[in-house]
């Protein structure tokens, strides 16, 4: 139902010399047997074999600068979230997670997957769906009389099993149907979530005062703002190429430095401005120790737990995998093998050992997750040389990712040095306004690459002046477009706003829904071709071999795809990019590397141009 | 000395059919007979002469949409800088200064000159200079028990006088020797002071409460934020080409009201804001009439006056008619000659009269007297259509100016309007924090469009990532740029420096002398090829007509700018601007209309493909 030329146009990108051709052919096979006919432990065993000859090489190939920015950049965005999220939930769970057991989750979850994942790529920690789905527990069984964390326990042993029934049965194989259509929904869900927890966090600054209430917003829009042009600068032509890389690299960390030491300058020393609230080191923020005694409960409520567990897996299977499926999509030409069923069981492992700590569950982190991977590209910039049309400009491609396990083990071990007395201090200084900036920047970052805001800003564009290579253009029925646009948004809008109620913790269901829809109910209703150029593969033939391929993908011969038609997509996405961010366009940065879009085009062609030059 | 291919480029600035090769060879002509040997009063009568054939059209040719946005823009951009300004000399004059007497003044310049000037596209008003000019008076003057009123008043007859010896003596024959490069610098200053100025009004909101200074902070970020966003939007290809514009144009406005609104909602409303000042309607500030009795001084005062007179008259020649050149800068296809000197004596009527007002002088504003004709320009966006080149890209083309007295008028009668009781009253809304927030758009927007501000991005850029294109790049001597830049910025930062001291009045004979400076030392150390590049003349040969033409223009047949060179020039004005927004580039807005650059490059191929199509 899809259309046939997917599969050409993502066997072109990035892997032209490798198993393009093959995970087409293997993806049309395993149509013909379905994936409940598999063979049980099939796709881990598979997943071992693929992976485990590169297990050296994931340590060896950590030799390389750029791991270091990475770890920095990566020990910040995933701590300082958590730390936020810590605060909601400390506020909202009466004090039972504090910043503590958000390191330790964070601490387990990255030495867990940095040593054993398939994907060591993917960054694993508490993420703001988890926060919901804590307290929405809270609110729900504390007022039973129910101990929380004997509770949380069980649904982490309950996970632990059904994850571990998922991973046996291959059931990721079902990641196929996951196409940019529920990423980009999830996505902008939890770009959203960032933005309100900002906000949240403000609200919560009047409970000193006024002056400090507003002096917090004052800092969290001056963090905003100086992040975004750091990024901006990264992204642009001004400076030497090393200063450049340091800003884009450093640039969030030493913001959210300065403006921590910032709120003691003039007038604002006098203003009380609430910190982080932390703790004593390596002990629990409640009097408790560290292993849950998971037995005083009610037998009842054990098996109460179960449904939880269930809702608590669903989210997990969706999130942990599209979280991997962004962090390895199809913008990055990854070289070892991705395994899904794997990282699965291990999740299995982690949820169950989290429970048994009383610590948040952790699971794969967006948008943390892909900007790792993006902090990994090695990247080039390539003055245009295709003749006139590029004349004075320049653009950058990504020539290779430095895959490895040691940024994600670092990052873990910085973690958990910051939870020693010392660091814990220093964690202690930071205002939560600053982090309620920070916040904002992730979110307005994920946002900006996400796929439906690049189709609302085609939608919203003047038609005159579109590019008539903008793909979207190609599409006759304009009001297919709005129609998929507004499928994602009524997506967006019923998941967020039952994350704003009591039924929260049901909202991975939700999401879940939209994928059968996607498959099965949509190509009613658009044509091949319309779905073909507005959703796509989340990750290329390659990395989904683990899965056994991409839905709807039919082998072709390589190399159909004629030139023409490459550069024609190629000048598209970067006149999409100029277009929107060029004299005539809305701003629109976080640049190229940092974006995802729906409608990406080939690479091939480039990196070609780069590997022979 | 000065390259000769100067004249030839201008030639073909926009008015290819018109003037061009009569300017060069007038300036030609000019340059055997000195300024100083011709005949009094023949400036004036030239430009009466060339300008009363236009008189009527220009208010027929107002019957055009553009007039309307035009007026409702320069109203709120005149007003409310205006006002912050009477903010700033009603704390610093003991109130001898309020809102009422800045307003009388605009209405004043806006009545006179739109009725009798030869230049009605410069608007006039009470500028940021003039604001320190009088504070300065102040501190100086009455410590030794002089009548404040009465000594303004002679300074104000004493510039009369000068001002209209000025205008006799043909001495705007000098602006030929006035090129980007004074321009830029002045510009550059205004651009600081407003800056400066904004941040000022802030500081002072600590008066109120901690509360107030942080909460005003917070909003003159979000105000600055959405002005600048609204210009975004309105330069991009987003929404129907109806609604960008109404952005563009009401964006600025609205967003004050809108903020003025919003600091009452919610728990802001308890924060008590400070707010803009206002008095009597019609009525003088302070208990006085509005005639001041300029006999009630010293003789010895009368004559004290003197050289405060010069210094101003210094000031105004300069500041007036450096407005004048910007706002009929190269960049503007205007078509209605212009009338250096004539304004200079209208300037000298008004300085009189505001003098026996006890108002502040009027003079030409800048960036209001540009941003007036921007807004009058008749823009069309084009694809490009030369081929692959600009495949999916689209650019801004200024089709003609809505040249016509009827906007200028109509923004002074609004401003009269003000003056009334009820929207006295509506003026105390504003918080002073939304005029500071103004102020940094404002402030921000002009440097943007800067000549110092894009060199300084061309000597920061990545030189490999530099389009070959760009002027600058024709330059081989790198340290040329850096010494030109470094000098424009000495002059700056001495210039900003002496307006900090009581010695601020003195700051225009600094501007002042790197006019010769310019002229007579800089040829020295910098080749004619250089200088060709870094400076050029800020207006046309054709506005430059009432003045004798561009200084070292020489005559040279039309259309000797073959083809070749104007497209590459083209691109590369494209390129820098693609390249400095672009992907690639650091954010640089205010968009291709209100960009004035130093190297600013021939539009007239353009215009003419659309005059064809």
């Known amino acids: 139902m899809l259309s046939a030329s997917n599969c ?36 881990m065993i598979n997943d071992i074999r693929r992976r485990a000859p590169f297990y050296w090489s994931d340590w060896a190939d950590a030799w390389d600068y750029r791991v270091i920015p990475a770890t920095v950049y990566m020990y910040f965005a995933n701590i300082l979230p958590a730390l936020a999220f810590s605060l909601d939930m400390f506020a909202k769970t009466d004090q039972s997670f504090g910043v503590n057991e ?76 996951v196409t940019r259509f529920s990423c980009d929904i999830f996505g902008f869900y939890v770009a959203f979530i960032y933005l309100q927890k900002g906000i949240q966090v403000l609200t919560r600054q009047w409970d000193a005062s006024d002056a400090s209430a507003y002096l917090s917003i004052m800092i969290a829009l001056l963090v905003t703002a100086v992040a975004y042009i750091c990024g901006i600068v990264g992204q642009s032509s001004l400076l030497q190429r090393q200063v450049r890389k340091f800003i884009e690299d450093y640039g969030t960390p030493l913001t959210v430095v300065f403006f921590t030491g910032f709120v003691h300058v003039g007038k604002m020393a006098g203003i ?24 005083d409960i009610n037998v009842g409520d054990v098996f109460l737990a179960i449904p939880f567990a269930v809702l608590l897996t669903i989210l997990f299977w969706f999130d942990h995998n599209v979280s991997s499926l962004i962090a390895q999509g199809t913008e990055f030409p ?18 169950g050992v989290a429970g048994l700590l009383g610590i948040p569950f952790p699971n794969g982190l967006i ?34 990712v430095v895959e490895q396990r040691v940024s994600n083990l670092a990052q873990g071990l910085l973690t958990l040095g910051t939870m020693t007395g010392p660091l814990l201090i220093v964690l202690h200084l930071i205002p939560q306004a600053v982090l309620a900036g920070l916040f904002f920047v992730m979110g307005i970052q994920a946002l900006e690459a996400n796929g ?40 967006f809008g019923a998941t967020f706003a039952i994350t704003q109620t009591i039924a929260a913790i049901g909202f991975p269901v939700f999401i879940l829904l939209y994928i059968p829809m996607r498959t099965w109910l949509m190509p009613r209703f658009f044509t091949a071709d319309e779905l073909g150029i507005l959703d796509a593969p989340t990750a290329s033939p390659f990395t989904m071999e683990s899965v056994g391929g991409n839905h709807g993908q039919v082998a072709e011969p390589l190399g159909a795809a004629d030139a023409t038609g490459l550069d024609d997509s190629d000048e598209a996405e970067r006149g999409e990019r100029r277009g929107s961010r060029g004299d005539e366009g ?28």
């Open 586 to 613: 809305v701003k629109n940065a976080g640049g190229p590397t940092r974006r995802r879009s729906s409608f990406r085009t080939p690479q091939g062609l480039e990196l070609d141009n780069i590997e022979k030059s």
């Open 272 to 295: 009380e401005l609430l910190k982080l609230p932390t703790s004593k080191a390596f002990f629990p923020t409640t009097d408790r120790g560290w292993f849950i005694h998971f037995w």
């Open 367 to 400: 948008p943390q997750a892909p900007f790792h991977t993006t902090s990994l590209c090695v990247t080039r910039t390539v003055s245009g040389s295709d003749g006139e049309a590029n004349k004075g400009h320049t653009r950058r491609v990504v020539d290779h």
């Open 334 to 351: 990854l070289r070892k093998p991705a395994g899904f069923h794997w990282d699965i069981f291990l999740l299995g492992c982690t949820t």
């Open 452 to 491: 439906i805001t690049l189709k609302l800003l085609f939608l919203a564009r003047d038609k005159h002046l579109t590019p008539k290579s903008d793909p979207l253009m190609r599409i006759e029925r304009r009001w297919a477009i709005w129609a998929f646009v507004g499928l994602e948004l009524v997506g």
């Open 102 to 177: 958000v390191l330790l989750s964070s601490v387990l979850a990255s030495v867990v997957f940095s040593l054993a994942a398939a994907q060591p790529l993917v960054i694993v920690g508490v993420t703001g769906p988890i926060t919901v789905f804590n307290y929405t527990v809270y609110d729900i069984i504390t007022p039973r009389g129910t101990n929380y964390f004997a509770f949380m326990c069980w649904i982490g042993l309950w996970s632990l099993i059904f994850h571990w029934i998922l991973a046996i049965t291959n059931s990721c194989n079902g990641l196929r149907y």
């Open 8 to 43: 050409n146009a993502n066997a072109t990108e990035g892997h032209l010399n490798r198993g393009g051709a093959d995970a087409c052919r293997r993806s049309a096979a395993t149509k013909k047997s379905p994936w409940w006919k598999t063979q049980l432990f099939g796709g």
